[in-house]
Structure formats: structure tokens, C-alpha cells
């Protein structure tokens, strides 16, 4: 059924199988980790009228999946998802949850860490669950999104430790104050926003899109790193793909592309020394 309504799989799930399986489970109202045996099962009646309604969402009104269900999984972590926010799927979450392995290697756990652009805030919480000693903020320009990171960090109880910031990206942030900023603004140019399928209109357009070329958030968040970031800090920025014209914006800046084993593509790890000296040399 999926399949003949041509839904696009681009909202954290692979492949039409997948989203099947995630929502015979939500409407079952089974966790995503189960076995084969689940399929000896019969499927039990009550949950029939439940699995139409999100069928309906999926197939016809095009929402994707984590906002049929109200929820999603990334990193091992359950979140809170609506249309407040961009459905969470940013490929920097593997890095995080792997303690920034290799990229963050100070001999001490970073003390603070800002979410800029969070959206659901589900980076800066799988930060928190990895560095259990860090201050993290979550920080949106938009208060919709805000809430909803609220309510994810109530959902994991960090809220003695996780603080909510609305600000236009990094400007509220304290200079030298930041030891990790995890930074993934909108990148969709104009032109491929005409392009989306239709699940991204039930996305905040504010979350996707950015301006002619998609790198206009990405440099003056560059720009402002090079002022938060304490000496020995770091930046994962996430631009999708446009590394290319971020690449053609900044010529002569030498950016890392990580190599991403879950797959994802236009993340990169930048030191605060690499900012620095891309400042000093006016190549930024
Ligand atoms: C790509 S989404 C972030 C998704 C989020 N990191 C996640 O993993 O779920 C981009 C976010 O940037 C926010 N945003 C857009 N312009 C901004 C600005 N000038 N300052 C701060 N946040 C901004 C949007 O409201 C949106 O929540």
C-alpha cells in the first residue's frame, strides 16, 4: 500500500518496509525492538481501526511517519516529533552518541555543549545522555520549536542540566564558553525547495529552508564558532548536500567531509584552532 501511493522514505526510515513495520507497531502500540516471533502473532483486532487512521496520514495526506505516530527513535533515543519541528534524523546524532570519537579528544569531557538550531532538540539530548557532566543548551530561534524541545528534555528528565535559549543562532552565546557546538541550520536552497517531496510541506519551512544557494546559515554560523568556542573546542557542522556549494562559497577552506557509517552525507568536524586560523587568513 505504501508503495503503490509512491510515499518518499527520507524522514529516518530506508525503505517502505521499514516504515511498515514502524507503524503496524505504533499502532499496536509495541516498541521498535521485537522479534521474528512477533509475526507468529495474530494481529490483534482493536488495533485495526488504529492502523487505517495512520495508513490514511501516510498514504493519502503524505505526513511522514514520525509525525503519524507522534514520535521517533534516533541514536537509541525515543523523541517527541510534531510539525513544531523537523522530524529528528541529522546523521551528526551517531557522532554524538560515540562521544565525538575521534573528534573530540581533550582528556576531559566537554563541559558545555550548544544545540544551535535544534529544532526537537534531539542532538543536544543524545549529548546529554553521552556526556552525563555537561551543560547543554538547546537553542532555536523559532518558539515553537522550543517547546517541543522542552517537552523532549522533560521526557528524559534532563532538565536540571539542559537549558532552553531562543536567539538567532549563535549570537546569545558567551564568547569562549562553548566546548562543543553541534550546529545543523536549514540548508535547502530556493530551488530544491520547489523541488521537495510532499512530506517536507509538513515540515516548518523555516527548518529547511535557508536562502539562494542553501550556505547563508552555515558561514555566519562558521563566523560566530570562531567566537564561542572555547580554545580546544569543536564544531560538527551539517550542511546534507550543500557541501558543494558551501565549498564554492569558501574556496580555500580545507573542510573535513566525515566518512558516516549510518549513512549521510556534508558533515564536518572543525577544531576552534582550525576556525581561528581560517579567521586569521580572511578565507572564512
Ligand atoms: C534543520 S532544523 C534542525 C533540526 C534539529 N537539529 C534536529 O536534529 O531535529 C533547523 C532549525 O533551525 C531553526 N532556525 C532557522 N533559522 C534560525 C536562526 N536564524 N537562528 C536560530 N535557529 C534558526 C529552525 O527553527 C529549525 O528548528
Not at 137 to 149: C, T
Not at 161 to 173: E, F, G, N, T
Request: glycine residues 8%; contains cysteine.
Amino acid at each position: 500500500m505504501l508503495q503503490e501511493a509512491g510515499v518518499y522514505c527520507g524522514h529516518g526510515y530506508d525503505s517502505v518496509t521499514d516504515e511498515a513495520v514502524a507503524l503496524v507497531l505504533g499502532a499496536t502500540d509495541l516498541p521498535p525492538e521485537q522479534t521474528l516471533a512477533l509475526l507468529d502473532q495474530p494481529f490483534p483486532s482493536d488495533a485495526e481501526a488504529r492502523l487505517a487512521t495512520l495508513l490514511d496520514r501516510r498514504c493519502r495526506q503524505r505526513l511522514p511517519v514520525a509525525y503519524c505516530l507522534g514520535e521517533s527513535h534516533l541514536a537509541g533515543l525515543r523523541f517527541i516529533a510534531d510539525s513544531r519541528a523537523l522530524v529528528p534524523r541529522s546523521p551528526i546524532a551517531h557522532v554524538v552518541a560515540e562521544r565525538l570519537s575521534p573528534w573530540w579528544s581533550q582528556g576531559r569531557d566537554p563541559a558545555v555543549i550548544v544545540d544551535v538550531c535544534c529544532g526537537g532538540g534531539s542532538l543536544g539530548l543524545i549529548a546529554a545522555e553521552a556526556f552525563p557532566g555537561a551543560t547543554v543548551l538547546l537553542s532555536d530561534l523559532e518558539p515553537q520549536a522550543i517547546s517541543l524541545a522542552a517537552e523532549n528534555g522533560a521526557l528524559h528528565q534532563q532538565l536540571d542540566r539542559v537549558l532552553m535559549l531562543r536567539a538567532d543562532l549563535l549570537s546569545a552565546v558567551r564568547s569562549g564558553s562553548a566546548d562543543v557546538v553541534l550546529a545543523n541550520p536549514p540548508y535547502v536552497s530556493r530551488g530544491e525547495m520547489a523541488e521537495l517531496p510532499p512530506e517536507y510541506c509538513h515540515e516548518p519551512r523555516m527548518a529547511l529552508e535557508a536562502d539562494a544557494d542553501g550556505t547563508e546559515l552555515a558561514v555566519t554560523l562558521l563566523r560566530e564558532a570562531v567566537r564561542v568556542l572555547s580554545p580546544d573546542g569543536l564544531m560538527l557542522l551539517e550542511v546534507g548536500e550543500t557541501w558543494v556549494a558551501l565549498e564554492k562559497r569558501l574556496p580555500r577552506v580545507p573542510f573535513l567531509w566525515l566518512e558516516l557509517p549510518q549513512g549521510g552525507a556534508g558533515v564536518a568536524a572543525i577544531s576552534a584552532q582550525e576556525l581561528r586560523d581560517w579567521d586569521a587568513a580572511g578565507i572564512l
